[in-house]
């Protein structure tokens, strides 16, 4: 399913056909610019040691903000840890993201609040959590019409093997729950090509589970958001669950930790070039003359201050004082803990005061 | 017939290397294949790109991709398929990419790899080694620094042992592979690429199931595995700067134990500090703790005293120095022993 070919043509499909204004798609491509520009600087805040790590998402922004524009504020986003996109249209301040990777927290946002949960690094674990989700929507009696709820949950193409997403399917199905399973295939599970996953394309899955799978074009943002409106609506009117592919390609390595050229062909990688998610958006509004230069060089702009203030943010960033470890394990006060605490705070005291002689650091 | 692990000993002059712990295993893993055909490697990127840790590099290239697989992305799926390969006469070597992500596949390891053997009176064996980088210290995200191993001491059926230098790393990952029970084989992921060492494999390793005095002493005892190897051995030299003569035994089977090192070295110094960095309400220490003042409550001058990670969930990286046992902290419980 296409909707904006790679050079920038306006193409049409009977069924998810979309009208977009100028407008809405100079914001597109503004969001797509801005994810991209931050990401790009999380790179180069882990080079220059500011981060542990970073994980890209360059080259699936069509992906992310296409699936995140679609949701509604009454919907329930769950993310794996690659969704720096869908968290931005989420309303999450991509300094939010910093301390997962600058190891100061694990995520610092509201989960409630945006309607974004945490970011999950066990493959597949999400996809299960957000099914429960999505039968609590039901089971509330917030699903049957266009003022419904839905959930939506992102996973990888490698993630598909895991037992938790078959079985989140099986209850999605089972439960009629109201979940979008949105799967990025990026062709690349760290070193595994997604042949190492799958026989068939992956969006044919859904139909062993009994509801409709349908691939997009997961460079194309407009396929994209047409695609999810779709599945949401499907989800929030009684008729989830429903399986997306985005078909993709990670453009940069898994993590920074990671070197791609062992294991994958740079041709690979300048065929995918040549379908970036953003160049096919601004060819496309140059030539319908939706945004002239100026809204360009205002965007790159916007871009690099926001760029700016990321860096800015993640380089003073406090590291969480000593003791912060024991906080927030349990809802109630837990007396093995408290009294670790307490040991581990005086030893640290008798650091400070030697002369005191502290007490305790083991048992 | 496959020649023991025991016989593999290096009888030329390259017998004498310099090793990391990484290349140890690269090496152990290699001697195992090539001595055994049954022997496959299996896990999340461990053909292509040699693993993430590069603890398999090479191995694909050499041995095919039958015997080196880059299975689908599921640990249930990879212990599972381990425990029916098994079955059918082969000897798995599953690799978990990080020691947060054996979750997955802890049914298969607590409901089949550990039972089987029980359960068939004997007849099925389960020849498999699952190999675990753990600990912390790396300055990771979450899942990628934890030590579970009690889960797994705590299971019937299962043996555990954790190596704690290059050397080691080389025998006992083939010692392992050749035991006809199931390993879990965890590597302290924090010292794959430290300094390498100078080994002699022409030495023949020591059993696999037992513990080793690294350092003798008088003062008090120090009983450590894997990751807290180093920072033990650390604590005894700065100790000895003192006058503290510290012993330093290192466990490398965590199932079955192996104490009777520990008990005559109790017996000696009268003092003993065991030291983990797995959580330390219910765990190995706590177990050492127990057996060691059965066996040797007459002779001890103090409470055994532990210096573990916390009952916490392993922290943010930039706390990590807080919950990870450190030189002072060993040493701060050493002090407090010879006070008591
Ligand atoms: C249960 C589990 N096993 C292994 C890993 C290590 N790991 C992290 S990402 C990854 C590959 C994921 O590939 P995919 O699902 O395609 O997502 P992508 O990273 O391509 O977005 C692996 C194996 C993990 N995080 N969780
Ligand atoms: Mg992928």
Redesign the pocket.
């Known amino acids: 399913m296409q909707l904006l070919t790679p050079e920038g043509e306006r193409v049409h499909h009977p069924d998810f056909d979309i009208d977009i204004t100028a407008e809405q798609l100079r914001g597109l491509y503004r969001d797509m610019v801005l994810v991209r520009r931050f990401d790009r600087e999380g790179n180069a805040l882990q080079r220059q040691g500011q981060l542990g790590i970073w994980v890209p998402l360059l080259g699936q922004e069509a992906a992310q903000i296409g699936a995140g524009r679609a949701l509604t504020d009454r919907d329930m986003a769950f993310p794996s840890y690659r969704e720096h996109g869908v968290a931005w249209c989420r309303g999450v301040k991509p300094t939010d993201l910093l301390g997962i990777f600058r190891g100061t927290d694990h995520g610092t946002w509201d989960p409630y609040e945006h309607r974004f949960q945490l970011y999950v690094i066990v493959i597949g674990n999400q996809v299960l959590n957000a099914t429960g989700y999505a039968m609590g929507q039901r089971f509330e009696g917030k699903v049957g019409d266009q003022d419904g709820e839905a959930t939506m949950v992102f996973f990888?193409?490698?993630a598909t093997s895991q037992g938790d997403v078959h079985e989140g399917c099986v209850w999605a199905a089972v439960y009629d729950a109201p979940v979008v399973f949105f799967c990025?295939?990026?062709?690349?599970?760290i070193s595994e090509p997604?042949e190492r996953q799958s026989r068939l394309p992956l969006y044919q899955r859904a139909r062993g589970y009994g509801f409709p799978g349908i691939r997009v074009d997961g460079n194309d943002v407009l396929a994209t958001l047409a695609v999810s409106r779709w599945a949401l609506d499907q989800c929030r009117t009684g008729n989830g669950p429903v399986l997306i592919e985005a078909f993709t390609y990670?453009m940069d390595a898994h993590t920074t930790s990671d070197d791609p050229t062992r294991y994958r062909l740079a041709d690979e990688l300048e065929a995918w070039k040549l379908k970036d998610p953003i160049e096919r958006v601004r060819v496309h509004l140059v030539k319908q003359q939706w945004a002239d230069q100026a809204f360009f060089d205002e965007v790159q702009a916007e871009s690099d201050e926001l760029a700016a203030g990321f860096r800015e943010f993640c380089v003073n960033m406090p590291d969480p004082p000593p003791g912060r470890i024991f906080s927030e394990v349990y809802a109630d006060e837990h007396p093995v803990l408290a009294a670790q605490r307490d040991e581990f705070l005086d030893y640290l005291h008798g650091f400070a005061d030697a002369s005191t002689g502290a007490q305790g650091g083991e048992h | 017939m496959v020649a023991p692990a025991m016989d593999r000993t290096v009888k030329t002059a390259s017998a004498t290397q310099k090793l990391t712990m990484a290349k140890g295993l690269n090496m152990g893993l290699r001697a195992a294949m090539e001595a055994d055909p049954k022997v496959l490697v299996m896990g999340e990127d461990v053909g292509k790109l040699g693993g993430v840790y590069r603890i398999t590099d090479g191995l694909q290239k050499d041995f095919g991709e039958q015997r080196v697989l880059d299975t689908p992305l599921a640990e249930s799926g990879i212990v599972g398929t381990a425990v029916g390969l098994a079955i059918r006469g082969f000897r798995p070597v599953c690799e978990i990419q990080f020691d947060g992500f054996v979750f997955p596949a802890f049914d298969q390891i607590v409901s089949q790899l550990a039972k089987l053997h029980f359960r068939s009176q004997g007849r099925v064996k389960m020849p498999v080694v699952i190999r675990i980088p753990f600990g912390g210290g790396i300055g990771a995200v979450e899942h990628h620094s934890e030590s579970p191993e009690s889960y797994f001491a705590h299971t019937a059926g299962l043996r555990v042992v954790s190596c704690s230098n290059p050397l080691d790393a080389y025998w006992m990952i083939q010692q392992a592979i050749e035991c006809d029970d199931p390993v879990i084989f965890f590597e302290p992921k924090r010292r794959y690429h430290e300094r390498a060492q100078e080994v002699d494999l022409s030495v023949p390793p020591q059993p696999l199931f037992s513990s080793r005095v690294l350092r003798q002493g008088s003062s008090a005892t120090l009983v450590c595995y894997g990751p807290m190897v180093r920072t033990c051995l650390d604590a005894a030299t700065a100790a000895a700067e003192d006058g503290i003569d510290l012993e330093v035994i290192d466990l490398r089977t965590l199932s079955p134990l192996d104490l009777d090192p520990v008990f005559a070295s109790v017996r000696k110094t009268g003092r003993l500090i065991a030291v983990s960095e797995a959580p330390r309400e219910s765990s190995l220490t706590a177990e050492i703790a127990t057996r060691v003042q059965q066996e040797c409550f007459y002779s001890l001058e103090a409470p055994v005293l532990r210096v573990t990670g916390f009952d916490t969930p392993y922290p943010p990286s930039k706390l990590e120095d807080d919950f990870l046992p450190d030189l002072d902290r060993v040493l701060h419980a050493v002090d407090r022993s010879l006070a008591w």
């Open positions: 990888g193409d490698g990025q295939n990026n062709q690349w599970a997604t990670r």
